[in-house]
């Protein structure tokens, strides 16, 4: 049920942190994964490393967004997995001050790419006859989260679930799959400057209930699980992977 043996993945912002772990798990089930992601030569190092096809791009320029699907259609086949996993913030003002160039920053690369990709993508899962689209989301697009100002970023990902139920509900009749996972806060590249203040780090621990550190690692599981069989009723949801944050 978990095996994705011969199908073909596209992972975006998967040259570092969950996009990393995301192409490697999907290779370890079996998928041939495209990675695409701005650094090229992480790029060619991940790809060695699972025996995937690397993809430089810059998701923020859309244009390029259908090139992608043509190059991974034109070496690997036609793809049926697509886990959007790039993403940013573009600014750390607060919601008054946001620039403007900042919050279309934002959008463009969070949820337009995304958006794009999935148009781009639907007429070669259509043919094939199903597919899963898997994009991810964050918890900053559920709740807001005192003391991190991201406006922009929690609309972008709350964009996100939006734009899942409403794909999944148009494109059921193809039995193509749409759905988003909200991580919580885990450890990567981004996030180790919280990990590495205590003050940050304590404030961390008492608003997560389950008693660890998150990873990129304990993310992928749900990723899996939702591109493949295991999830076939699975479809216009939003799971969320968060430690307990948002339960309390």
């Not at 994964?33 to 791009?57: H, Q, S, Y």
């Not at 806060?185 to 621990?205: C, G, K, M, N, Q």
């Not at 008492?206 to 690692?217: C, E, F, I, K, Y």
Request: aromatic letters at 6%; glycine letters at 10%.
């Amino acid at each position: 049920m978990f095996g994705l043996d011969g199908r073909v993945a596209i992972v975006t912002g998967a040259s570092s942190g969950l996009g990393t772990a995301v192409a490697q798990a999907l290779a370890s089930a079996g998928a041939r994964v495209a990675v695409v992601a701005r650094r090229r030569d992480r790029l060619i190092e991940i790809a060695e490393r699972i025996d995937g096809v690397p993809i430089a791009c810059d998701l923020s320029d859309l244009d390029r967004v259908g090139d992608i699907v043509s190059e991974v259609a034109e070496t690997l086949g036609p793809p049926e997995i697509v886990v959007n996993a790039a993403g940013s913030m573009f600014t750390e003002e607060r919601a008054e001050s946001e620039p403007v160039d900042a919050i279309r920053h934002t959008m463009e690369l969070n949820l337009m790419a995304p958006f794009l990709l999935a148009q781009n993508v639907f007429p070669h899962m259509r043919a094939i006859g199903r597919g899963s689209i898997v994009n991810i989301s964050s918890i900053s697009g559920r709740v807001g989260i005192p003391g991190i100002p991201q406006a922009s970023y929690a609309a972008s990902k709350a964009g996100l679930s939006g734009l899942t139920a409403e794909l999944a509900v148009q494109w059921a009749r193809h039995s193509i799959r749409v759905n988003t996972v909200a991580p919580g806060f885990f450890r990567s590249e981004i996030t180790s400057p919280l990990y590495e203040s205590e003050r940050a780090a304590e404030y961390l621990r008492r608003n997560t209930p389950l008693p660890m550190q998150g990873s990129a690692d304990d993310i992928v599981g749900a990723v899996v699980w939702l591109a493949g069989d295991a999830a076939a009723y699975v479809t216009g949801q939003t799971i969320v992977v968060d430690g307990g944050w948002t339960a309390r």
